[in-house]
């Protein structure tokens, strides 16, 4: 893994982030108001953030089936690879245009590959291509698609219960015909979603009562979800999971249960609903694995019937994190 340089958080730091995680747009004075500090401190403590690592960044998620895309997730498990057969693997996982986010992972798989596609055929195409070329270290996959995705505060920064920030992500695939203009303002904010009023006029020429309409009516289409930060949880000395649910059969009516036990722990920072193997997939970030066990074992107390089993992979590296889908549908369309 990489080394992790560690970033005390106080008082102040935690206030920030739990407020800017939920919305990323928020102004400074609105910042500063919550956090109950002068608007200089907020600017000047999130700007500290900024420089250490722990926001990476700052990303508008839009929803792929507005796009018409499915989310197509490809575990794999790879045999004895080299170092450099690691490392051109996962670089070229990277740059492919339609891989919207990949992790390296330590468990029962080594790689998670997130593949936008509008057809089985387009996954096919990109599985048979992976096979291809590195089919010589890949030992075994797993094929899942996501039904749906949920995001969950941070509760454990303020250590509190999490709160539900958006839970109709991927839900309905309803594609939206976007025009040039929402096309370049959703680029705008893909690459940084905190980007001024101002800015945004200047490159588009657009004035910004147009602009926060337009921002809006993207926002109640749900082609924007939220407005999210991009943080670093590594560097305040917490590590990220993934648990991967075997249920025994979920659509009994405990699914939501558990999806809304999940919501109420300050650790799950999101739950996915899969068609595949494994019915549920948790991303968990806590700071020791004692703690995550403790947790793992709370659920399968609580819900003895329905979890068969689960699997928990450590990631050691997450890629394209800024989830840019302007990008990639610019690059694969």
């Known amino acids: 893994m990489t080394k992790i340089s560690n970033y005390p958080l106080d008082k102040i730091d935690k206030k920030i982030l739990a407020e800017i995680e939920i919305d990323s747009r928020i102004s400074i004075s609105t910042l500063a108001k919550r ?22 960044g700052y990303y508008a998620l839009l929803d792929p089936s507005r796009f018409g895309l499915t989310v197509w997730k490809l575990w794999v498990s790879l045999h004895a690879p080299t170092q450099e057969q690691k490392k051109d693997f996962f670089a070229f996982i990277e740059n492919h245009p339609r891989v919207w986010w990949y992790a390296e992972c330590v468990g029962v798989y080594d790689g998670v590959i997130c593949v936008l596609c509008k057809t089985p055929h387009e996954f096919n195409t990109f599985f048979n291509m992976i096979q291809d ?23 454990y920064i303020l250590n509190k219960p999490g709160k539900l920030i958006e839970s109709s992500f991927q839900e ?6 976007l025009s040039d203009n929402e096309v370049n303002l959703l680029k705008l904010l893909c690459e940084n979603s905190r980007v001024k009023y101002s800015t945004i006029a200047h490159k588009t020429g657009k004035n910004v009562k147009t602009i926060k309409k337009n921002l ?11 407005y999210r930060p991009s943080i670093d949880a590594s560097k305040f000395n917490y590590e990220s999971y993934k648990v991967l649910l075997y249920l025994n059969n979920p659509r009994g009516g405990v699914l939501p249960s558990i999806v809304y036990w999940c919501r109420l722990q300050k650790n799950i920072t999101a739950v996915i609903s899969c068609v595949g193997p494994w019915q549920l997939e948790l991303e968990i970030e806590i700071d020791t694995f004692r703690n995550l066990c403790s947790m793992l074992t709370e659920l399968k107390d609580k819900f003895p019937e ?28």
Request: cysteine-free.
């Open 133 to 155: 070329r590195y089919g010589n270290i890949i030992s075994s996959s797993a094929i899942l698609i996501n039904v749906s995705f949920e995001f969950h505060s941070r509760g």
């Open 216 to 226: 809006k009516d993207l926002k109640n289409s749900g082609v924007v979800v939220y």
């Open 35 to 56: 956090t109950r500090v002068s608007r200089m401190i907020a600017e000047y403590r999130l700007k500290q953030l900024e420089e250490k690592g722990v926001i990476r």
């Open 172 to 177: 309905k695939p309803l594609p939206e015909k």
């Open 306 to 333: 329905v979890l068969k089993s689960y699997d928990t992979l450590l990631l050691t590296k997450e890629g394209n994190f800024d989830l840019d889908l302007i990008d990639k549908v610019s690059r694969f369309s």
